[in-house]
């Protein structure tokens, strides 16, 4: 009864979240998609960190040299960790003669290499930043150049998608950008975006300079650099139709490591920023109500785990010692009792599981159509069921694993080579 | 300026969204409760159903006492027939514990059921001994809680009900329901403990059994029991 209870109200939760969430996406499809062109394109400079990413490097700097941003205003600039390989230098060097300047830091991490270059090199107002294993779209920097009109404005984001995914894991990573795409211009648009992505993320360097450039012993500078900026009164906006491309992991347990460190930064982050987000009079721009529902979305993906598995560990060994006892094919006679038996079992949770998977899968869907404008039927419906069952449980695996790590064991976030992904 | 302007818009649209997700979720309870809510009425109309059908049944009885061939045949098909819709009732009025508002009538129907299994199993031991006929009657009870293979001998009667040449007459009853029938089995049968099985109203086999196990007490009283073959 009381378990009864318990996964009502959670339901409930998780389905009021998914409804907020899909009335806050209808509101900016309501409001249009902003056909806004800046006339005067101001000077850009663009910082790529690259580590040991080799040809991969090459993409990335192709893709910012075939931009449809005027040539002639933008600053390239790839930022040479001191541990960077040889074959990554010369791939950085061999763009020499296109203006690219491959700035030998002398320095290691990320971070640090991006605030060498922005200290040293930029003058420029405003400055990109893209992952060596990411691609900027022609169109993306003239796109997010957009919102900076408004003085206010510190960082935009873009929306980030999988380059070219041909391995399963990297298939259904596809989905969950698609999803991420959706979820933070939903964020953006109530002022909550946590995250200056990496691959392609535009930022006003007074503002990075105010806040002290991105946190070197950080190793999710870009989810720290957008709280940090929220903090301190910069919005952080997104442009839904900006996009970059990165190249993911093709491997499972790099994708674990990847998640991981993103979702101990999660915790690492809101940990550090704490106090200042609640603060009462703090002057910041991060919405206290939606912290409680993000917060909220967490708890339940994580705790849906063990729920999730309990449910799947009672299904089958029920299945199984049914079938070891009167065999399979009495079983299956009976199966069309037990379908009548799911009906006769309807209850309020039935229901609530059924519109949370129903509205799940058609925002799911809704959110698809809304980023790529076209559906393949069967291999998308295919890709979303993986990723509402399998790919989700993993999430919260992950987010269990971020939450352990950034809250009881307060896992030191610092940068480390063997550890980026 | 700007920031407080952006607040305030972003309040009055959380409030929106808010409002629309507390109503969108509020309609999504009542009508799951209404959905959940359908469910014993039409318990009630199936467990009318089987008990006039009982009924019937019963009269027949009474009225072909003179044990001819044609009524004994239509006696025990009549039983068999009886017997599979009550095990089909019983899964159903099993997966449909409910705590809502129907929960009396839920409670009513549990008991109304229970007097119905009872009546059908006195019923096939009547015509067994009428018609002389080769049913098998079992009467399994089996405890509420604490007993989670009790539902895999359930099936196992019902497996061997649907494998057998013979006219297996398998009643599985709830022990711990309130009703006083039951507890008067417990004492003539010296019922100490569930599960049990009462065979023919004459043997008592208390403790889970396995299929195996099960044949194997079967077949003592059903030497013909097309399964006892195997049963070494």
């Keep these: 009864m009381l378990t009864q209870i318990l996964l009502e109200i959670m339901s409930a939760v998780v389905l009021f979240l998914l409804f907020?969430?899909?009335?806050?996406?209808?509101?900016?499809?309501?409001?249009?998609?902003?056909?806004?062109?800046?006339?005067?394109?101001?000077?850009?400079?663009?910082?790529?960190?690259?580590?040991?990413?080799?040809?991969?490097?090459?993409?990335?700097?192709?893709?910012?040299?075939?931009?449809?941003?005027?040539?002639?205003?933008?600053?390239?600039?790839?930022?040479?960790?001191?541990?960077?390989?040889?074959?990554?230098?010369?791939?950085?060097?061999?763009?020499?003669?296109?203006?690219?300047?491959?700035?030998?830091?002398?320095?290691?991490?990320?971070?640090?290499?991006?605030?060498?270059?922005?200290?040293?090199?930029?003058?420029e107002e405003f400055v990109a930043t893209l992952d060596a294993d990411s691609m900027a779209d022609r169109k993306m920097l003239r796109k997010l150049i957009v919102p900076f009109s408004d003085k206010g404005v510190g960082a935009v984001a873009p929306s980030v998608a999988v380059y070219n995914p041909k391995k399963a894991v990297q298939?259904?990573?596809?989905?969950?950008?698609?999803?991420?795409?959706?979820?933070?211009?939903?964020?953006?648009?109530?002022?909550?975006?946590?995250?200056?992505?990496?691959?392609?993320?535009?930022?006003?360097?007074?503002?990075?300079?105010?806040?002290?450039?991105?946190?070197?012993?950080?190793?999710?500078?870009?989810m720290e650099v957008a709280i940090h900026l929220l903090t301190?009164?910069?919005?952080?906006?997104?442009?839904?139709?900006?996009?970059?491309?990165?190249?993911?992991?093709?491997?499972?347990?790099?994708?674990?490591?990847?998640?991981?460190?993103?979702?101990?930064?999660?915790?690492?982050n809101m940990l550090k920023y704490r106090k200042k987000i609640m603060s009462k009079d703090n002057h910041g721009l991060i919405d206290r109500s939606i912290m409680v529902l993000i917060f909220t979305s967490v708890f339940f993906s994580i705790i849906a785990l063990p729920l999730v598995g309990y449910y799947i560990y009672v299904g089958i060994?029920?299945?199984?010692?049914?079938?070891?006892?009167?065999?399979?094919?009495?079983?299956?006679?009976?199966?069309?009792?037990?379908?009548?038996?799911?009906?006769?079992?309807?209850?309020?949770?039935?229901?609530?599981?059924?519109?949370?998977?129903?509205?799940?899968?058609?925002?799911?869907?809704?959110?698809?159509?809304?980023?790529?404008?076209?559906?393949?039927?069967?291999?998308?419906?295919?890709g979303i069921a993986v990723y509402t069952t399998l790919f989700s449980y993993f999430l919260g695996l992950t987010w269990l694993y971020g939450f352990i790590n950034g809250t009881i064991f307060k896992k030191k976030v610092a940068w480390k080579i063997a550890n980026r992904n | 300026m700007e920031n407080r302007k952006s607040k305030l818009n972003n309040g009055t649209k959380l409030t929106l969204a808010f409002l629309a997700a507390v109503l969108a979720v509020s309609i999504a309870f009542a009508l799951g409760y209404s959905i959940a809510n359908l469910k014993v009425p039409a318990l009630q109309n199936s467990l009318n159903l089987d008990q006039q059908t009982l009924e019937a049944l019963s009269l027949a009885a009474t009225l072909g006492q003179s044990n001819s061939s044609a009524s004994c045949a239509i006696l025990e098909s009549g039983t068999e027939a009886l017997n599979q819709q009550l095990q089909s009732l019983n899964?159903?009025?099993?997966?449909?514990?409910?705590?809502?508002?129907?929960?009396?009538?839920?409670?009513?129907?549990?008991?109304?059921?229970?007097?119905?299994?009872?009546?059908?199993?006195?019923?096939?031991?009547?015509?067994?001994?009428?018609?002389?006929?080769?049913?098998?009657?079992?009467?399994?009870?089996?405890?509420?809680?604490?007993?989670?293979?009790?539902?895999?001998?359930?099936?196992?009667?019902?497996?061997?009900?649907?494998?057998?040449?013979?006219?297996?007459?398998?009643?599985?009853?709830?022990?711990?329901?309130?009703?006083?029938?039951?507890?008067?089995?417990?004492?003539?049968?010296?019922?100490?403990?569930?599960?049990?099985?009462?065979?023919?109203?004459?043997?008592?086999?208390?403790?889970y059994e396995d299929t195996a196990q099960l044949t194997k007490t079967l077949c003592q009283y059903a030497p013909s029991f097309s399964l006892c073959g195997n049963v070494s």
Aim: glycine content about 6%; overall charge neutral.
């Design chain 1, 20 to 123: 907020f969430w899909l009335f806050i996406y209808y509101e900016i499809l309501n409001e249009g998609k902003g056909k806004a062109r800046v006339k005067n394109l101001p000077r850009i400079a663009m910082v790529i960190p690259t580590l040991f990413e080799g040809d991969d490097l090459r993409l990335s700097v192709e893709s910012v040299l075939a931009s449809d941003y005027p040539r002639d205003k933008i600053k390239i600039y790839v930022g040479l960790n001191k541990a960077t390989d040889e074959k990554t230098r010369r791939v950085a060097h061999s763009f020499g003669r296109y203006g690219v300047e491959a700035v030998d830091t002398g320095v290691n991490g990320k971070a640090a290499v991006m605030n060498y270059v922005l200290k040293h090199k930029v003058k």
């Design chain 1, 317 to 382: 060994s029920y299945t199984y010692n049914s079938i070891a006892n009167v065999g399979l094919t009495f079983s299956l006679q009976t199966l069309q009792q037990e379908i009548i038996n799911v009906g006769y079992s309807w209850s309020v949770l039935s229901t609530l599981g059924i519109l949370l998977l129903v509205f799940g899968i058609y925002s799911l869907f809704y959110a698809l159509n809304g980023v790529t404008k076209r559906i393949d039927a069967v291999k998308d419906t295919l």
């Design chain 1, 232 to 268: 301190e009164g910069y919005k952080v906006e997104n442009v839904i139709d900006a996009f970059s491309y990165t190249i993911v992991p093709d491997k499972i347990y790099a994708l674990f490591k990847q998640r991981g460190r993103w979702y101990t930064g999660f915790f690492y």
């Design chain 2, 91 to 207: 899964s159903e009025i099993n997966a449909a514990q409910t705590d809502t508002t129907y929960a009396s009538d839920y409670n009513n129907i549990l008991q109304q059921f229970a007097y119905t299994r009872l009546n059908s199993w006195l019923l096939a031991q009547r015509i067994k001994e009428q018609c002389h006929s080769n049913i098998l009657n079992v009467l399994m009870l089996y405890p509420q809680n604490g007993c989670d293979n009790c539902v895999y001998e359930g099936e196992e009667l019902a497996y061997l009900e649907q494998r057998s040449n013979y006219t297996l007459v398998a009643t599985v009853l709830d022990a711990n329901i309130n009703i006083s029938p039951v507890q008067a089995i417990d004492r003539i049968y010296n019922v100490s403990s569930y599960p049990t099985i009462i065979i023919n109203e004459n043997s008592t086999y208390v403790g």
């Design chain 1, 171 to 222: 298939l259904i990573q596809k989905y969950d950008y698609i999803f991420s795409i959706v979820l933070r211009k939903a964020f953006s648009h109530v002022g909550n975006l946590l995250v200056a992505p990496g691959p392609g993320s535009m930022f006003r360097l007074s503002a990075l300079k105010d806040i002290g450039y991105f946190d070197e012993r950080n190793i999710t500078e870009d």
